[in-house]
């Protein structure tokens, strides 16, 4: 038995459907079929309630022919009706590569870089990571991926005028717990890994207050992240960068190797909020990524001159602009009273980069290229 409430429930998700319909329908001028365009409207309508259809979004996730079957309608009707669904659910109006060029694309700021602090590798980037889309910094285990995470997450805070982006960073811990004090100690040393930027606005900025911090422990939690929190954030002009460290934890730690159908599936899920926050708020992503052993003797995916390659597969790496990879070098160099292991951060594949490498050290003050010192 069905009470009064949900009676009264169902009858308003009626309602709500046919008022979506009817906005659809708004737009839609039909090329008569069956009578006057008035009329055609209304049998659409009506078509509709009978077929039981519950949004115009289940009607553009159904292919045409179920379409034409659940409803009644002709052929033309139908294919008129899903161009004007398509229409009532695109949030923004198409772009010319002739808009594109002269920059009349205010959600497309062509040519915005989140520099990294370091010239070196500002210089090996092209400036910085791009805006729109998703970059992977992968490694092995201290291979100082965390370090260079932090360092953006601080970097993004600085006016574009200094290779930032003037926001915050959202980061998402997935694994471990998140290195607070090592933050602190970079954000102390501020002044000295940009020597290049006036004091008075380093002191001014309050980084710490910027850098929101979210654990998620599985898969759902991460979601309820990116659909619901981040969104918010972003929207308030709070955050500009968003890390996720890493994102092969959750999925090695839920998915046997059986499961590797629906560990692709939740994981193209995942990319794509992930590149729906990053299109809609002009936001770079980047993502940390664990390492897999090669078991092939070639693996373009992977850098040349390693025997590890990311994790997640074929179906992560296509999701990926950027892919950046870092390992620890058999070497360790000296600056004053400090030491370090020397690293090599590698561009393993970008539209825009060629594929090149650098040798960078970690420091007190963050992570800088070994050239810096030269």
Not at 89 to 100: E, I, N
Not at 209 to 237: F, K, N, T, W
Request: proline share 4%; glycine share 8%; charged share 20%.
């Amino acid at each position: 038995m069905i009470c009064w409430g949900q009676k009264q429930q169902l009858k308003r998700q009626r309602i709500k459907n046919m008022t979506e319909i009817l906005q659809c329908l708004a737009g839609y001028r039909p090329t008569t079929v069956n009578g006057p365009a008035q009329e055609q409207k209304c049998r659409i309508v009506s078509h509709f309630q009978s077929a039981n259809l519950k949004s115009v979004r289940e009607v553009l996730s159904l292919p045409a022919v179920d379409v034409q079957r659940l409803t009644g309608l002709a052929h033309p009707e139908v294919h008129q009706l899903l161009t004007a669904a398509a229409h009532a659910c695109r949030r923004h109006a198409p772009l010319s590569v002739l808009q594109l060029q002269r920059g009349e694309c205010c959600r497309c700021e062509s040519g915005l870089r989140l520099g990294v602090s370091c010239p070196v590798l500002d210089g090996l980037l092209r400036g910085g990571l791009p805006v729109g889309g998703i970059t992977e910094l992968s490694g092995q285990s201290g291979a100082g991926k965390t370090q260079l995470a932090l360092q953006i997450s601080l970097s993004v805070q600085y006016p574009v005028e200094h290779g930032g982006l003037g926001g915050g960073a959202l980061y998402i811990c997935t694994e471990d717990s998140f290195p607070i004090r090592r933050l602190q100690q970079m954000i102390s040393e501020q002044a000295n890994l940009r020597s290049e930027v006036p004091s008075s606005l380093i002191r001014g900025l309050r980084f710490s207050d910027h850098v929101y911090i979210e654990h998620a422990a599985d898969l759902d939690s991460l979601q309820v992240c990116l659909s619901r929190r981040a969104p918010v954030l972003l929207a308030a002009g709070l955050v500009r960068l968003i890390v996720v460290d890493s994102v092969a934890a959750l999925f090695r730690s839920e998915f046997q190797a059986e499961d590797w159908m629906e560990r692709n599936k939740q994981l193209l899920t995942f990319s794509s909020m992930l590149h729906q926050l990053s299109q809609e708020f002009t936001t770079p992503v980047l993502c940390i990524n664990q390492v897999t052993d090669v078991l092939k003797d070639h693996d373009s995916l992977g850098p040349l001159s390693s025997s590890v390659t990311p994790a997640l597969g074929l179906a992560w790496a296509n999701q990926v602009l950027v892919r950046l990879m870092i390992r620890r070098l058999q070497k360790t160099v000296s600056r004053g009273d400090q030491s370090s292991a020397l690293r090599q951060l590698e561009v393993v594949f970008a539209p825009h980069l060629a594929r090149s490498k650098c040798e960078v050290a970690v420091w007190r003050e963050g992570v800088r290229g070994v050239a810096a010192f030269e």
